[in-house]
């Protein structure tokens, strides 16, 4: 009896800074997108490869592909689908409108939401906002370091008045995220602000009274912080209401670049150790955790996928932060001297944190050569010019 032949197991997705993917499989074969996903090559595990257009791509491609383009989608602002991605390979049904759903809008306010029923507040502390016309929500994880947005992507241009539609789904760091959301995200945490801020109040109102019925320190003139004192606008005003929502790209044939790769580039070697010396990589994902490299911190975040902790980078890479569970206090160790097993939870099983946290510190190590120019190399090329300079006279 012939044994049935199972398929790769995927071990690792890589997003470059200029949106390039590399998927590698269990068996050593690769699948690289070019950047905008509308082409790509196949490297096989005895070195020999496919380049096709997406669109096109023949059906023993299509599984692979598709895990590599999905996750792209999930993680980048603009995503990318094709017809056989969205038939076989998608948990979203297709559906169709007679008019075009450009934009969505948010409540104005906290307080507004609250009143419509718009906000809501969730088990474990996460919180959830839906625009007002109900075509898009965000909720906010319990962590607060990211959140998940769900909106109806536009497939395709309009046939007889018929718009084709499809539930799109992201995931983005608070730290960085495309600008579109930016108005849901202040609603979001305008809502977390103000929760703190009655909680605080709360508390320091029973403390008062405790401490007023020895009739000393009263401090009943004393008033919790105004969202104008927390930085924060009482009306949104300074925001706009509205979210633009993105289409699904339509790369031009002649926009696909996976011919522009150097055939002994680091993107057709099946490494899972080693990361690119000339292309800086921004997301990964492992089986353990997704990394993600966010530029204007200059640090690296890292999402435990067995617990949904969070273990992230800070003060130049000289320490990490694990974020455990919703309000408990995080951990900050050095990272000089990371211990191999940490408690990823309180009362969980022992996990390797050290482990994603080490692989965490070499992603944040080979992009910081490249955001912005390392200095150390820029004088050294100074001290170079200098003396070649020096030379010629």
Not at 184 to 189: E, K, R, S, T
Not at 223 to 233: A, C, F, H, V
Not at 271 to 294: H, M, R
């Amino acid at each position: 009896m012939a044994l049935e032949k199972r398929a790769p197991e995927l071990i690792r997705i890589y997003v470059s800074e200029d949106h390039r993917v590399k998927a590698q499989f269990s068996d050593n074969s690769l699948i690289v997108l070019d950047s905008g996903g509308g082409s790509f090559v196949h490297c096989c595990p005895q070195g020999s490869r496919v380049r096709q257009l997406t669109h096109f791509a023949v059906s023993r491609f299509q599984e692979n592909i598709a895990s590599a383009l999905n996750f792209r989608n999930m993680h980048l602002a603009e995503p990318f689908y094709c017809q056989w991605l969205t038939k076989n390979h998608s948990r979203e049904p297709v559906f169709t409108t007679g008019y075009t759903i450009r934009s969505v809008r948010w409540p104005k306010s906290f307080q507004e939401g609250m009143r419509e029923g718009s906000i809501e507040w969730l088990d474990g502390g996460g919180v959830m906002v839906r625009s007002e016309d109900g075509w898009a929500q965000v909720v906010m994880h319990p962590s607060r370091q990211r959140f998940v947005v769900c909106y109806p992507l536009l497939l395709s241009a309009p046939k007889k008045e018929q718009f084709q539609y499809i539930w799109h789904t992201q995931v983005f760091s608070v730290s960085h995220y495309p600008s579109r959301w930016t108005c849901v995200v202040a609603l979001v945490l305008e809502a977390v602000v103000e929760s703190d801020l009655v909680s605080e109040s709360a508390e320091r109102q029973s403390q008062q009274d405790c401490v007023n019925s020895d009739g000393s320190n009263d401090e009943s003139g004393k008033t919790p912080k105004s969202r104008d004192e927390e930085g924060l606008s009482p009306d949104g005003g300074s925001l706009t209401r509205t979210s633009q929502l993105p289409v699904n790209a339509e790369p031009h044939p002649s926009a696909c670049h996976t011919s522009d790769i150097p055939d002994d580039s680091w993107w057709f070697e099946p490494t899972v150790t080693v990361l690119p010396k000339t292309d800086a990589i921004v997301v990964e994902w492992s089986p353990e955790a997704t990394y993600q490299y966010i530029i204007d911190k200059r640090e690296v975040e890292a999402w435990v996928h067995s617990d949904e902790s969070c273990v992230f980078t800070c003060k130049g890479g000289r320490y990490f932060r694990h974020l455990r569970q919703p309000y408990a206090e995080d951990r900050m160790h050095a990272c000089s001297s990371i211990s191999q097993m940490l408690r990823s939870s309180e009362g969980g099983t022992a996990m390797a944190i050290g482990k994603i946290a080490k692989r965490a510190l070499k992603l944040r190590q080979g992009v910081k050569f490249m955001f912005p120019f390392n200095p150390f190399f820029v004088l050294v090329l100074r001290v170079v010019v200098g003396r070649l300079a020096t030379w010629k006279e």
